[in-house]
């Protein structure tokens, strides 16, 4: 029997089955030609070897694991590319996993048991994400210029013992050069453990200089907006405005004002149209995180003011909270301060499987025994909490609604001007089944911040469950307008779908699950609302794909688990829900 140490890579397309139900023949072609034309010559580009094709997975060996970590990024990122101009609904995406270890080798396969880790680690992988063992990472950490995740042991199916598993964040850089003398005069990150913002004035390219006032306007109603976010610190107007009519380098900009991340804009004016580009900047790296352009109608010029700050503001604070998490998780352990637990806290919480989720509840509360003032790690705690309840994950479904209603209140005595502690508070009544209880709560969250997206979004889910859809549908847009890249858009979607199905509109309950599906994480619900609208409209041939998807994932997806897991108050609401189940398939 030949063996050898080889680095293995497993890949699989993500929601298979779904996309084979939409289009079984377009699918088909599609992933060949993108196997034809893009993997196979970046596998031969990095000397690997094409074991075997398993259906809509790919087994690759390659005799060196930096070789195999640089093919799985440039893997990554040439689909990316590749299906950039497909419909979101059926872009082609991949789980990656790497594992190094013995293999067995017969003929042209190869076996045992380092295959089966990088096939196990697979599905632990974000889609377009990649996932490595501990035996990948201790090789390359100080070989590849890319950040690695810690996500802890992970008891992985017929696999004796846990293997300990990192998530490869590509292009945050590990270790950075140090500044030279004239950079550090004022370091970006500053000494605070909160991020800080720098909004610079807008700058008037319109030749009118009726519009520098507009523009002024903007900037400092952007501003007042951020700083309602009581998570960060925004660099005061009289700072900021000192750049006003100069040419700048964002970076120095950064350093100079103590911003680790700066906000820059434009505005031009033609006719009764105007048009407003702004572009968000990592001050620290001099890298855009975020750039987006609008374009208005100039009727009221008070109304598109606050319409386009609200859009930018609720648009970047998402980016801000991604790239705070990216930024903590390149630290070492011994570095973290409470800010950086909080936000491992949050990467872990964003994943929601079972193990993340007790992580992120750990974590969370370490931050809190290193800063009892830290309100939205007591939000996070609360999120974690609703979560394990709403995916059925809970040890304790009633010990967590107790929980979560303790942690809520604590983050309302913490600040009680802080509009993510009193929608933590309305999450925790959710969760509880309080939902009329919840909605004042929520709506003195967007009182105090009209951007924050899960506030709209938690009257949305309050009134769906309490079997009110058509309340909650301006509420789920509001939610999904207002955050178009959230990382909690799967819930957004998933709601939105629902609320239709309870309209009878199963066209559009489908057209919003399917959406749903395609964010990031596994949450049966949007699997049972696409399954409920399918059943409703008698296409029980399109469910069973669904089904097998959904059960590969939650072996005990049922009528009856959906019954006992549900949030509904309604009882006609519920059982509306579960004769589409029925009608789907779903077996009791």
């Keep these: 029997m030949e063996r050898r140490l080889a680095a293995i890579l497993a890949a699989d397309v993500v929601g298979y089955s779904r996309l084979m139900g939409q289009d079984e023949t377009g699918t088909l072609r599609r992933l060949t030609d993108l196997r034809q034309q893009v993997l196979e010559p970046l596998i031969a580009e990095h000397h690997g070897r094409l074991v075997k094709l398993m259906g809509d997975g790919l087994l690759i060996e390659f005799a060196s694991v930096v070789d195999a970590i640089a093919c799985a990024v440039a893997w990554q990122e040439r689909v990316t590319t590749h299906e950039a101009g497909c419909d979101d609904g059926g872009r082609l995406s991949f789980r990656i996993g790497i594992n190094l270890g013995d293999v067995i080798i017969e003929g042209e396969d190869i076996y045992g048991e380092g295959v089966n880790v990088a096939a196990r680690l697979e599905p632990l992988a974000e889609p377009g994400g990649i996932c490595v063992s501990s035996a990948v990472y201790d090789q390359v950490r100080n070989k590849v210029d890319h950040a690695f995740l810690d996500i802890g042991p992970q008891a992985l199916k017929n696999i004796r013992q846990p293997v300990h598993a990192y998530a490869l964040q590509p292009g945050r850089i590990v270790v950075e050069a140090p500044p030279s003398p004239a950079e550090s005069e004022v370091m970006a990150d500053g000494t605070g453990e ?145 800010w950086d637990v909080y936000q491992r806290g949050m990467w872990h919480l964003y994943r929601r499987t079972k193990h993340d989720l007790a992580e992120a509840c750990r974590l969370f509360e370490a931050a809190l025994s290193l800063d009892p003032g830290l309100s939205p790690a007591c939000s996070g705690l609360v999120d974690a909490y609703y979560y394990e309840v709403v995916l059925s994950l809970a040890e304790s479904p009633e010990e967590n609604r107790r929980r979560a209603l303790q942690v809520a209140r604590r983050a309302v005595q913490i600040d009680p001007d802080d509009a993510a502690a009193h929608c933590a508070m309305g999450k925790a009544k959710i969760v509880n089944q309080e939902h009329a209880l919840a909605i004042p709560d929520l709506q003195l969250a967007i009182e105090l911040n009209p951007s924050l997206a899960w506030a709209h979004y938690g009257i949305g889910a309050a009134t769906v469950f309490a079997g009110q859809a058509e309340r909650a549908i301006t509420h789920l847009e509001d939610a999904i307008r207002l955050s178009p890249r959230d990382q909690h858009m799967g819930s957004f979607m998933v709601r939105l779908a629902e609320a239709y199905l309870l309209l009878q509109d199963y066209p559009r309950a489908v057209e919003w699950a399917r959406k749903a599906l395609q964010q990031q994480g596994f949450q049966w619900s949007r699997y049972a609302a696409l399954l409920a609208a399918l059943g409703y409209l008698g296409e029980r041939e399109q469910a069973a794909p669904v089904l097998s998807e959904c059960s590969a994932e939650r072996a005990d997806f049922s009528v009856s688990m959906v019954r006992d897991n549900h949030l509904y108050t309604d009882g006609k609401a519920l059982d509306h829900y579960l004769e589409g189940l029925r009608r789907a398939g779903v077996p009791e």
């Excluded at 434009?266 to 149209?273: I, V």
Aim: net charge negative; glycine share 6%; hydrophobic share 45%.
């Design 194 to 338: 909160r991020p800080s913002v720098a909004v610079l004035p807008f700058k008037n390219l319109s030749g009118d200089a009726d519009q520098e006032y507009f523009a002024d306007g903007v900037s400092e109603d952007i501003i007042t907006a951020l700083s309602r976010n009581r998570w960060l610190m925004v660099i005061a107007r009289n700072s900021s405005f000192t750049y006003k009519g100069e040419s700048v380098d964002l970076k120095q900009v950064g350093r100079q004002l103590g911003a680790r991340y700066v906000l820059d804009g434009s505005l031009r004016k033609g006719g009764d149209r105007i048009r407003i580009a702004a572009q968000l900047i990592d001050a620290s790296l001099g890298n855009q995180m975020w750039a987006e352009r609008y374009d208005r109608v100039l009727e009221d010029i008070f109304a598109v003011q606050d319409e386009v700050t609200e859009a930018i503001v609720a648009a970047i604070a998402p980016e801000l909270g991604k790239a705070e998490q990216q930024r903590a998780a390149a630290k070492t352990a011994e570095n973290l301060n409470a």
